[in-house]
């Protein structure tokens, strides 16, 4: 229901801005766990609303399931209450809505931090709930995703330890967040169809097949074009190029992405190398950031 696999995103990415906030010398870590829950609970939250809200539209009741698209069959198997399910999403979201809340108006005591906070909870809030109503279907989808995995969450935990707002966390976010778009925007392939006949307008349905394998490319190459762009600046450390060792398993699934977008078996494996590629890279800049701080 809470889709469990797809929560190793929020427990790789969130240490990425603690080590790099720990490597710019702020780390508290009551803080840091308290904030880590609170991203969990969310993306829970995010999760089971989709499966809530995918069910009462009839999308997962007509989708072919893989390993990583499809929807859950939980509701459709009538496993558990759609009431249940939703009741579920809702306290999992006021639980990172209570902790947002904490930060926002008694650890910093109102003032602009706290505000700064209960903006980007605000607008995760948001996007959460009408992700699945309203804005897959109206193509943006795909750009919430990143933004809430990316900058917005980045921004967040860096404000959280640092108090200070910076173009490194937004930077390193918005990597991580063209990344995760790419892992919805692959995983939208094989449920073409059943989105189309239920009003799903995403990116996928909305270019056709052909042409946004061509989009998944602008995706891979951004994501990694921004990582040098961040050295050459000078806005991350030397270190985050280490990011870099996963870009053949980009590679790997674009060619796979060519060669099958139209058959959701064969597909699989460039799923499969888009998500391993994402959660490596968070691990792989998560290791930047520590030697950075031990060596640096």
């Known amino acids: 229901m809470i889709r469990a696999p797809f929560l190793s995103l929020a427990i790789i990415f969130t240490p990425v801005t603690l080590a790099m906030a720990w490597d710019r010398g702020y780390l ?13 609970c969310l993306h829970a939250s995010a999760n089971t609303f989709n499966n809530y809200f995918d069910y009462k539209s009839g999308i997962d009741v007509i989708t072919i399931p893989t390993p990583f698209s499809g929807g859950s069959k939980i509701l459709p198997n009538k496993e558990i209450k759609p009431e249940s399910a939703l009741k579920l999403a809702s306290g999992l979201l006021a639980i990172g809505a209570v902790i947002g809340i904490y930060f926002s108006f008694i650890r910093f005591e109102f ?6 906070i209960a903006t980007l909870l605000l607008v995760s809030a948001i996007s959460i709930y009408f ?18 995995f990316g900058p917005l969450l980045s921004m967040g935990v860096y404000y959280v330890q640092a108090r200070t707002i910076s173009l490194e966390p937004i930077l390193v976010g918005t990597v991580l967040g063209i990344l995760t778009a790419g892992v919805l925007y692959i995983n939208e392939f094989p449920d073409y169809d059943a989105d189309k006949s239920k009003g799903r307008y995403h990116l996928i349905v909305r270019m056709g097949k052909d042409k946004a394998t061509k989009g998944f490319k602008v995706l891979m190459i951004s994501a990694y074009a921004l990582i040098i762009l961040g050295v050459i600046s000078q806005v991350t450390p030397f270190t985050t190029l280490i990011g870099l ?11 796979i992405l060519d060669k099958n977008y139209d058959s959701p078996v064969a597909l699989i494996p460039g799923m499969a190398s888009t998500i391993i590629c994402t959660l490596l890279t968070g691990v792989t800049l998560t290791i930047a950031y ?4 031990f060596l640096l």
């Open 28 to 40: 508290n870590p009551f803080d840091a766990v308290l904030t880590f829950i609170g991203v969990l």
């Open 245 to 255: 060792v996963t870009l053949p398993l980009a590679i790997k699934a674009s060619k």
């Open 111 to 116: 003032t602009s931090y706290g505000w700064i």
């Open 290 to 293: 520590l030697i950075s701080g």
């Open 131 to 148: 992700y699945s109503t309203k804005f897959a279907s109206w193509g943006l989808g795909e750009l919430f995703v990143g933004l809430n």
